[in-house]
């Protein structure tokens, strides 16, 4: 009798803990009513779906970027692990990186400037005097085509397109985007990036996430402990553009194939991270390219337990940890977006690979496919 009313009771506090957990979770969504807009003559519009675990995840065809992650911490409580904003209007207004794909070509190409085949192509400078995730009006900046279905397992997935016209930011050809997300039912997030294109076009598309694992960008991200795959980094001029040389990251603060905080090294008597501002931005050249069997980077913070690991098929990791960010922007829940508040991953091929031979190649051409997957799995230890 003793040990029926134990297992009742216990199975009263596990139901009440779900509901509260469900409720909170609730609480953290935003309000799609505040995304219904028009941009450009399209309409936006907020997408949210929930995996079979409670992983909450929401879109918007707007730059077909993710505005809310909401995964477990390690004791079950609900957190809101990416920036964001709580209306379009943050995004309009606001870091136009925060979340979205970012491309034609993301990160760096010098001085907007490439050749294929003898054609010299100058594409939008919109970063002194470079070219940066596609220009001041890239794919984030646009309202992408969306819908919405389950897949064979039963996973919710979000769809989006956009036709880049020929000539747009300067890019040649008229080219077919497509980004597929997956909310998989063990806590990850799959993206499939898909490109077809009549001209030949460098690409390079990437998810452009600024995450902070405690669940508000009001705690520094320069607690979490990071890992990265990579023996080598592409070393870069103060414009943070490649030289084509590949640096080794033993015995510098560009080591992490130990698991390291992130904030417990940026030196600027390190060139490359007196370059960036005294943090990081900088491209990995990962160690196992194409292999998507084990994580190219995992990153941890104790205070919440939260562990994330990134699988891709790409050659390389640009790792950014918020120098840049400067507390101006106020997001999600009036949180506000403080200097290092937020890290990027961004799964990729290389800045600038259309000026250097010795990267992997970037151009694709008619007839062809570009196609880049890359994995972002949540769970707690």
């Known amino acids: ?17 779900s509901c509260t957990g469900k409720k909170a979770a609730e609480a953290l969504k935003v309000d799609p009513a505040l995304f219904e807009a028009v941009v450009d003559g399209k309409d936006v519009h907020l997408y949210t779906v929930e995996n079979a675990n409670g992983m909450i995840v929401q879109f918007t065809n707007y730059g077909a970027r993710v505005v809310s992650i909401i995964v477990p911490d390690k004791n079950g409580e609900p957190k809101d692990v990416i920036w964001g904003f709580d209306s379009i209007e943050g ?80 890019y040649p050809g008229n080219m077919m985007i497509t980004v597929i997300y997956t909310v998989k ?3 990850s997030l799959a993206i499939t990036h898909k490109a077809v294109t009549d001209k030949a076009c460098p ?52 080591d992490f194939n130990t698991p390291t905080e992130v904030g417990s090294r940026p030196d600027r008597s390190v060139e490359a991270i007196d370059i960036a501002n005294g943090g990081y931005d900088q491209n990995f050249v990962l160690n196992h390219p194409g292999d998507m069997s084990k994580p190219c980077a995992t990153m941890y ?60 190649n970037t151009i694709l051409r008619p007839g062809e496919e570009y196609v880049h997957n890359a994995i972002y799995k949540f769970s707690t230890k």
């Open 301 to 360: 913070e104790p205070a919440t337990g939260i562990f994330l690991e990134i699988f891709t098929d790409q050659p390389g990791l640009q790792f950014y940890s918020g120098p840049a960010m400067n507390g101006t922007d106020v997001g999600k829940r009036g949180d506000v977006h403080h200097r290092f508040s937020g890290i990027a991953l961004e799964t990729q091929k290389f800045p600038d690979a259309p000026n250097n031979p010795g990267f992997p």
């Open 91 to 170: 995004y309009l207004t606001g870091d136009a990186f925060s979340g979205p794909v970012v491309g034609r070509y993301g990160n760096r190409i010098a001085k907007g400037a490439f050749t294929i085949d003898g054609v010299a192509y100058q594409v939008d400078q919109n970063e002194n005097g470079n070219h940066l995730h596609g220009g001041k009006k890239g794919i984030y900046a646009v309202v992408w085509d969306c819908k919405q279905y389950k897949n064979d397992k039963g996973e919710p997935v979000v769809e989006m397109t956009y036709d880049s016209p020929d000539g747009e930011m300067g």
């Open 1 to 17: 009798m003793k040990k029926t009313l134990f297992l009742l009771m216990a199975a009263v506090v596990v139901i009440a803990a």
């Open 203 to 254: 690409v390079n598309l990437t998810f452009h996430p600024y995450l902070n694992l405690h669940g508000t960008s009001e705690v520094s991200s320069n607690s979490h402990i990071l890992y990265i795959d990579a023996d080598t980094f592409t070393a870069t001029d103060r414009a943070l553009i490649p030289t084509g040389e590949f640096t080794p990251v033993a015995g510098t603060a560009m």
């Open 185 to 187: 039912n063990d806590n």
